[in-house]
C-alpha cells in the first residue's frame, strides 16, 4: 500500500503502520506475561519447615526407624552395602507422605554451565510396579535407589563415550542428601561411564576430598594433632539479574545466549552508587521470597539477601556446608530461581556478563577445611585451641597453601575459564585474571617473622577500636585487615575466598582444583618431614620460593600487571589458553598422583571445555546476525535512515558470517576455540559497535528490540500491581 502513496505521503503512512504493529506486538508480550504470584507466606513461616523436603536428620530418622534402623544411619555411606532396601523402603513412605510418586537419579553432565537448564541430568520414574494381580502397587527397591542406566552418549564426553559405545550408569551419592520437590524425590548421583571413566563433574570432586583428607591428615599426624578427617566446606554467594520477562522477551539475544550481544547503553547507569543493598524492588522482592521458601523446605540455608551494585541485580548467600551438598543445592537454587522469576513476571539472568557498561556476577567461592572434630584448620585460634598450644600448625598449613596457589595458579585460571568470564575478569569488581592471593599486611608479616625467624608463634589477629564520637554509640572493635576486592584468592581471617569464578558456574571443577592442589602440597611437605626434615624448614623454605603470589596491592592498577610479570606470577588472559593447561603434562601428572583425574579424564575434559566455549560462540555468533537482519535493518530502513548505514549493517552481518566460516574449517578444537575467541572478542565487539550506533539514531518507537533502560531499571517501570500487599 505505501508504494502506490507519493513520497510525501508515504512516510506517515508508514510510521502509523509501524506503530500499530509495535502496539500489537506489545499487547502480545504483555498477554505472555506471566501474573505475578501473591506471596501468601512468609520466607520463614516456621522453623519447623526447614528441611522437611529434606531426607536427613530427624525427618530421615522417623521413617528410617520404621523400618528397624537405627538413627543417623544416613551419616555413614556404609549403608549403601548392608540396609538399601530398607532405606528404600523409608525414602517411599516419605515420598508418598508428601505427595510424592516419582523418583529420578539427578547428576551433573560435563559441559553444562550457562546452557543446560538447571545443569543437570534426570530421567523421572514412577514409584510402582504392577503385583500379580495386574494393579499397580507403591515399590522403590534398594537397586533402583542405589543405581540407574542411560545413554552416555548424549552428554558431552570428550570422546569418552559414542553411539557405539553408550553405556552411561549413574550410582547413589552418600555423602549429599535425597531431597524432594514437587511430586519428585531427587536422589544425588554420579554418572560413570561402562569402563568407570567419570563422565560428569561430581566424580573428580569426591576423589579430590577424599585426596585432601588422606594427605591432609597425614601431614596434621606428622605435626603431632591427629584428625580422623578433612573436608572442604564452602559458602557460595550467588550474584544474579531479575530484568521484566516481557522485555526479556524481545532479546532473542538474552533469550538464546544469556547475554545481550548488543546494546546502547541507558544514560544512567551505575555511576551513582545507588544499587548497591538498596531496598529491595517489591516486585524482585516477591520472587526472591518465593525462592528462599522453597529453598528453606529442601533444607537450602540461603540466610541472604541484597541488591547488587549493578541495577536490577540481586545476590543471595547461603551458610557454610561441606562442599558435595553445597554444590548440589547451589544447581538446584539456580534452576528454583529459573523457575520462580518466571512465576513472577521476571527472567533470572545469571550469566557472568548480561549487560556491557555496568558490572558482571560471580559466584564467589568461600572455602575453609574443617575437621571431623569441628576444627577450622584456617581459623588460627581454633587450631591453637584444639592443639594445646601448637603455634606451628597454622602457618605450616598457610605456607602449604600458598605454594599450591602459585605452583598451580594455571589451572586455578582454567577451573574459572567459563565463556561468560571473557567479558568478567579484570573489571568492574571482578578481580583480573592474574592469579596472586591476598593474606593482609597483618598476617603476611606473620609469616614472614615465622619464615625469617623459623620460630613458630600464636597467631593472634589485630584489631582496631572505632569510636565515632557518639556518646550513645559505644565504641566497637574492627579488623585490623581491610577487605581486597581485587584479589582473586583473598584470605578473609578463617576462609579463602576465589572471588573469580563465574555466576553461572557449576563450581564442582573449581574447588576440584582446590582440593587437588592443597593435597599435593601437603603430601609434599609430610614426604619432606617424613624424610627427615624439620616442619618449619619445610615450610620456611616454600614460603621463600612462593612468596612471590602474595600481593597486597590493589589488582586492578596499571602497575600490577607490569609487576607480575616480574614476579612470574600466573596471568593467563585467554580463557581458551587456560582450558589448555588442564592437559598441560604437570597437571595431569598432578591429577593422577592424587588420583583424581586419569589423562584419558583430564584431556577429555579439556575437548569438552573447547567444545563448550566454541558453541558458546557460534550461538551468539548466529543469533547477532539474525538480530541485524530481522531487527536492527528493518528499523534503520524503516527510519528511512541514509542507506550507507544498512550496507554498513549488511557488511557488519557478513563478517560474523565469515568468522563463523573460519571456526568451521578449524583443524581441531582447540583450534577452532582460539578461532571462535577473535571472532567474539574483537570481530563481534566491532559489529556491536556498528549496531549500538544505529539505535542511537532509530527512533524509539521503530526500534524492535527491547533497550538496556527497559530491561535494567524495574523501579521505575512497575506499576500498580506490583504491590506486595494484598
Keep these: 500500500r505505501s508504494q502506490e502513496l507519493g513520497t510525501s505521503a508515504r512516510r506517515p503512512a508508514v510510521m502509523a503502520l509501524l506503530r500499530a504493529a509495535r502496539a500489537a506486538s506489545s499487547l502480545s508480550s504483555s498477554l505472555r506475561l506471566a501474573a505475578p504470584v501473591v506471596q501468601k507466606r512468609s520466607f520463614i513461616a516456621s522453623a519447623e519447615d526447614y528441611g522437611s523436603h529434606l531426607f536427613k536428620g530427624a525427618v530421615a530418622d522417623q521413617y528410617l526407624a520404621k523400618q528397624g534402623l537405627p538413627a543417623g544411619l544416613l551419616d555413614d555411606p556404609s549403608w549403601t552395602k548392608t540396609s538399601a532396601d530398607k532405606v528404600a523402603a523409608a525414602v517411599m513412605e516419605w515420598a508418598n507422605d508428601k505427595g510424592a510418586s516419582v523418583f529420578t537419579h539427578w547428576f551433573q553432565p560435563l559441559g553444562a554451565s550457562g546452557c543446560r537448564h538447571g545443569m543437570s541430568g534426570q530421567v523421572h520414574n514412577a514409584m510402582f510396579v504392577f503385583g500379580n494381580d495386574g494393579k499397580p502397587e507403591w515399590g522403590l527397591s534398594g537397586k533402583e535407589l542405589l543405581k540407574g542406566e542411560t545413554d552416555g552418549?548424549?552428554?558431552?564426553?570428550?570422546?569418552?563415550?559414542?553411539?557405539?559405545?553408550?553405556?552411561?550408569?549413574?550410582?547413589?551419592?552418600?555423602?549429599?542428601?535425597?531431597?524432594?520437590?514437587?511430586?519428585?524425590?531427587?536422589?544425588?548421583?554420579?554418572?560413570?561411564?561402562?569402563?568407570?571413566?567419570?563422565?560428569?563433574?561430581?566424580?573428580?570432586?569426591?576423589?579430590?576430598?577424599?585426596?585432601?583428607?588422606?594427605?591432609?591428615?597425614?601431614?596434621?599426624?606428622?605435626?603431632?594433632?591427629?584428625?580422623?578427617?578433612?573436608?572442604?566446606?564452602?559458602?557460595?554467594?550467588?550474584?544474579?539479574?531479575?530484568?521484566?520477562?516481557?522485555?526479556?522477551?524481545?532479546?532473542?539475544?538474552?533469550?538464546?545466549?544469556?547475554?545481550?550481544?548488543?546494546?546502547?547503553?541507558?544514560?544512567?547507569?551505575?555511576?551513582?552508587?545507588?544499587?548497591?543493598?538498596?531496598?529491595?524492588?517489591?516486585?524482585?522482592?516477591?520472587?526472591?521470597?518465593?525462592?528462599?521458601?522453597?529453598?528453606?523446605?529442601?533444607?537450602?540455608?540461603?540466610?541472604?539477601?541484597?541488591?547488587?551494585?549493578?541495577?536490577?541485580?540481586?545476590?543471595?548467600?547461603?551458610?557454610?556446608?561441606?562442599?558435595?551438598?553445597?554444590?548440589?543445592?547451589?544447581?538446584?537454587?539456580?534452576?528454583?530461581?529459573?523457575?520462580?522469576?518466571?512465576?513472577?513476571?521476571?527472567?533470572?539472568?545469571?550469566?557472568?556478563?548480561?549487560?556491557?557498561?555496568?558490572?558482571?556476577?560471580?559466584?564467589?567461592?568461600?572455602?575453609?577445611?574443617?575437621?571431623?572434630?569441628?576444627?577450622?584448620?584456617?581459623?588460627?585460634?581454633?587450631?591453637?585451641?584444639?592443639?594445646?598450644?601448637?603455634?606451628?600448625?597454622?602457618?605450616?598449613?598457610?605456607?602449604?597453601?600458598?605454594?599450591?596457589?602459585?605452583?598451580?595458579?594455571?589451572?586455578?585460571?582454567?577451573?574459572?575459564?567459563?565463556?561468560?568470564?571473557?567479558?568478567?575478569?579484570?573489571?568492574?569488581?571482578?578481580?583480573?585474571?592474574?592469579?596472586?592471593?591476598?593474606?593482609?599486611?597483618?598476617?603476611?608479616?606473620?609469616?614472614?617473622?615465622?619464615?625469617?625467624?623459623?620460630?613458630?608463634?600464636?597467631?593472634?589477629?589485630?584489631?582496631?577500636?572505632c569510636d565515632l564520637g557518639v556518646d550513645a554509640i559505644a565504641p566497637f572493635t574492627v579488623p585490623a585487615e581491610d577487605r581486597n576486592r581485587t584479589s582473586p584468592f583473598p584470605y578473609g581471617g578463617h576462609r579463602f575466598e576465589f572471588r573469580a569464578v563465574g555466576s553461572s558456574q557449576n563450581v564442582s571443577m573449581v574447588n576440584t582444583v582446590l582440593c587437588t592442589i592443597f593435597a599435593e602440597s601437603f603430601g609434599m611437605f609430610a614426604d619432606a618431614i617424613e624424610k627427615g626434615a624439620k616442619p618449619i624448614d619445610v615450610a620456611a623454605e616454600a614460603l621463600d620460593a612462593h612468596w612471590k603470589v602474595i600481593f597486597n596491592g590493589n589488582g586492578y592498577s596499571e602497575e600490577w600487571p607490569i609487576e607480575a610479570g616480574k614476579r612470574g606470577v600466573t596471568r593467563i588472559d585467554s580463557g581458551v589458553e587456560a582450558m589448555a593447561t588442564l592437559s598441560a603434562p604437570k597437571n595431569i601428572a598432578l591429577f593422577e598422583k592424587m588420583k583424581v583425574l586419569s589423562e584419558k579424564e583430564a584431556k577429555a575434559r579439556t575437548i569438552v571445555m573447547y567444545d563448550h566455549y566454541s558453541g558458546s560462540v557460534e550461538m551468539e555468533a548466529l543469533t547477532m546476525v539474525d538480530m541485524i537482519n530481522q531487527h536492527v535493518i528493518p528499523s534503520v530502513k524503516n527510519a528511512e535512515l541514509p542507506a550507507e548505514m544498512v550496507k554498513e549493517l549488511e557488511a557488519a552481518a557478513a563478517s560474523v558470517s565469515d568468522g563463523l566460516k573460519g571456526m568451521h574449517g578449524a583443524e581441531d578444537e582447540f583450534s577452532k576455540a582460539k578461532l571462535a575467541r577473535v571472532l567474539r572478542l574483537e570481530t563481534m565487539e566491532t559489529v556491536r559497535a556498528v549496531c549500538d550506533k544505529a539505535e542511537e539514531v532509530v527512533p524509539a518507537d521503530l526500534w524492535t528490540l527491547a533497550t538496556y533502560k527497559e530491561l535494567l531499571f524495574l523501579d521505575s517501570h512497575q506499576g500498580a500491581e506490583a504491590s506486595m500487599y494484598e
Design 153 to 465: 552418549s548424549s552428554y558431552p564426553s570428550g570422546g569418552m563415550r559414542a553411539t557405539h559405545t553408550a553405556g552411561g550408569y549413574t550410582v547413589l551419592d552418600p555423602t549429599s542428601p535425597i531431597f524432594l520437590r514437587g511430586d519428585t524425590v531427587f536422589i544425588p548421583t554420579v554418572f560413570t561411564s561402562f569402563y568407570g571413566d567419570a563422565l560428569d563433574e561430581k566424580i573428580p570432586l569426591l576423589r579430590s576430598i577424599q585426596a585432601v583428607s588422606k594427605e591432609g591428615t597425614r601431614l596434621l599426624k606428622l605435626l603431632g594433632y591427629e584428625v580422623g578427617s578433612i573436608f572442604p566446606n564452602i559458602g557460595l554467594e550467588q550474584e544474579y539479574f531479575l530484568v521484566p520477562r516481557k522485555d526479556y522477551y524481545r532479546r532473542p539475544d538474552l533469550q538464546l545466549t544469556g547475554r545481550t550481544i548488543m546494546g546502547k547503553l541507558a544514560p544512567r547507569g551505575q555511576e551513582m552508587c545507588d544499587h548497591y543493598m538498596g531496598p529491595l524492588n517489591p516486585v524482585a522482592m516477591a520472587c526472591i521470597a518465593e525462592i528462599q521458601h522453597e529453598c528453606f523446605m529442601m533444607g537450602i540455608p540461603l540466610r541472604t539477601r541484597h541488591r547488587e551494585v549493578a541495577p536490577n541485580q540481586y545476590e543471595c548467600a547461603p551458610f557454610f556446608g561441606t562442599a558435595t551438598t553445597q554444590i548440589d543445592q547451589n544447581l538446584m537454587v539456580m534452576q528454583i530461581m529459573d523457575e520462580v522469576a518466571a512465576r513472577h513476571g521476571l527472567a533470572c539472568l545469571a550469566q557472568e556478563k548480561p549487560f556491557s557498561g555496568i558490572n558482571g556476577s560471580g559466584k564467589h567461592n568461600n572455602i575453609s577445611l574443617g575437621t571431623d572434630t569441628g576444627v577450622n584448620l584456617l581459623n588460627p585460634g581454633q587450631v591453637f585451641k584444639a592443639t594445646g598450644g601448637k603455634a606451628d600448625v597454622f602457618p605450616i598449613l598457610m605456607s602449604a597453601i600458598v605454594r599450591a596457589v602459585d605452583t598451580y595458579g594455571d589451572l586455578m585460571r582454567m577451573s574459572i575459564a567459563s565463556p561468560g568470564n571473557d567479558f568478567r575478569l579484570g573489571a568492574c569488581e571482578a578481580p583480573p585474571a592474574i592469579v596472586s592471593t591476598y593474606l593482609g599486611d597483618d598476617i603476611t608479616a606473620y609469616l614472614e617473622k615465622f619464615k625469617t625467624t623459623k620460630t613458630a608463634v600464636e597467631y593472634v589477629p589485630n584489631t582496631t577500636t
